[in-house]
C-alpha cells in the first residue's frame, strides 16, 4: 500500500511539473508594452488595438514560421501609430507593410542558409520594433538604417513617412544585412 501511495504521489508531481513546463514553454513571448496604448486618442489606439489583435492571431505565426522559433519581441505599440504620421499612411493597409511584411521576408531568406538560421536561433534575444523620433527630433524616415543589430537585439524603428521607397524588399535587405553583420 505505501509503494502504490509513492508512485501516485510522484506520479502526480510529474504531471504538475510537466504541465508548469508546458505553459512556459506555449506562454507569449511578446513583452507587454501596452499601457501607453490606452492614453492614445481614439483613432490611434483603436488601430493600433486592431493590428495588436492581427500580431497575436497572424504575425507572429508566420514571423516562426522561416526559423522554426518564435523570437522574443518588444513591441513599443504606442509609438507605432503616431497622430502627426496620419497624412502619410494608411495604417490598416500599411501597417503589416512598414513592419513585419520585411521581417517574414528578411527571416525566409536569412533561415534558408543553414548556418545563419543557427546563428540567429542562438543570438538573437530580443527584436524591438518601435517608431521613435531620432534625437534630433526627426522621423525614422530611411529604410537603409531602420535596422540595427547589437549585442542579441535587433531594433528595428520605422516611421509611416515614406513607406514606399524602398518598401518591403529594401526593408528585408537593411534587416537582413543588419544581422548578418552582427551576428558572429
Given at each position: 500500500m505505501n509503494t502504490i501511495f509513492k508512485k501516485s504521489f510522484v506520479f502526480g508531481l510529474f504531471l504538475v511539473v510537466l504541465t508548469f513546463f508546458s505553459q512556459i514553454s506555449s506562454a507569449d513571448m511578446t513583452k507587454d508594452i501596452t499601457a501607453g496604448v490606452e492614453k492614445l486618442?481614439?483613432?490611434?489606439?483603436?488601430?493600433?488595438?486592431?493590428?495588436?489583435?492581427?500580431?497575436?492571431?497572424?504575425?507572429?505565426?508566420?514571423?516562426?514560421?522561416?526559423?522554426?522559433?518564435?523570437?522574443?519581441?518588444?513591441?513599443?505599440?504606442?509609438?507605432?501609430?503616431?497622430?502627426?504620421?496620419?497624412?502619410?499612411?494608411?495604417?490598416?493597409?500599411?501597417?503589416?507593410?512598414?513592419?513585419?511584411?520585411p521581417m517574414e521576408a528578411a527571416f525566409k531568406d536569412l533561415c534558408k542558409n543553414e548556418e545563419t538560421k543557427k546563428a540567429m536561433l542562438a543570438q538573437i534575444k530580443t527584436i524591438v520594433v518601435k517608431n521613435e523620433y531620432s534625437s534630433t527630433g526627426s522621423p525614422q524616415t530611411s529604410s537603409e538604417d531602420w535596422a540595427t543589430y547589437s549585442n542579441g537585439?535587433?531594433?528595428?524603428?520605422?516611421?509611416?513617412?515614406?513607406?514606399?521607397?524602398?518598401?518591403?524588399?529594401?526593408?528585408?535587405?537593411?534587416?537582413?544585412?543588419a544581422l548578418t553583420q552582427g551576428l558572429k
Amino acid at each position: 500500500m505505501n509503494t502504490i501511495f509513492k508512485k501516485s504521489f510522484v506520479f502526480g508531481l510529474f504531471l504538475v511539473v510537466l504541465t508548469f513546463f508546458s505553459q512556459i514553454s506555449s506562454a507569449d513571448m511578446t513583452k507587454d508594452i501596452t499601457a501607453g496604448v490606452e492614453k492614445l486618442p481614439l483613432a490611434q489606439r483603436s488601430l493600433t488595438k486592431q493590428q495588436m489583435k492581427k500580431w497575436n492571431t497572424v504575425f507572429k505565426k508566420k514571423l516562426a514560421a522561416p526559423c522554426g522559433k518564435d523570437f522574443n519581441y518588444e513591441i513599443h505599440w504606442e509609438t507605432l501609430i503616431k497622430a502627426e504620421d496620419t497624412e502619410y499612411a494608411n495604417f490598416e493597409s500599411e501597417f503589416a507593410k512598414v513592419y513585419f511584411e520585411p521581417m517574414e521576408a528578411a527571416f525566409k531568406d536569412l533561415c534558408k542558409n543553414e548556418e545563419t538560421k543557427k546563428a540567429m536561433l542562438a543570438q538573437i534575444k530580443t527584436i524591438v520594433v518601435k517608431n521613435e523620433y531620432s534625437s534630433t527630433g526627426s522621423p525614422q524616415t530611411s529604410s537603409e538604417d531602420w535596422a540595427t543589430y547589437s549585442n542579441g537585439v535587433l531594433t528595428l524603428n520605422m516611421s509611416f513617412r515614406n513607406t514606399d521607397a524602398p518598401g518591403i524588399n529594401g526593408r528585408a535587405l537593411a534587416m537582413a544585412k543588419a544581422l548578418t553583420q552582427g551576428l558572429k
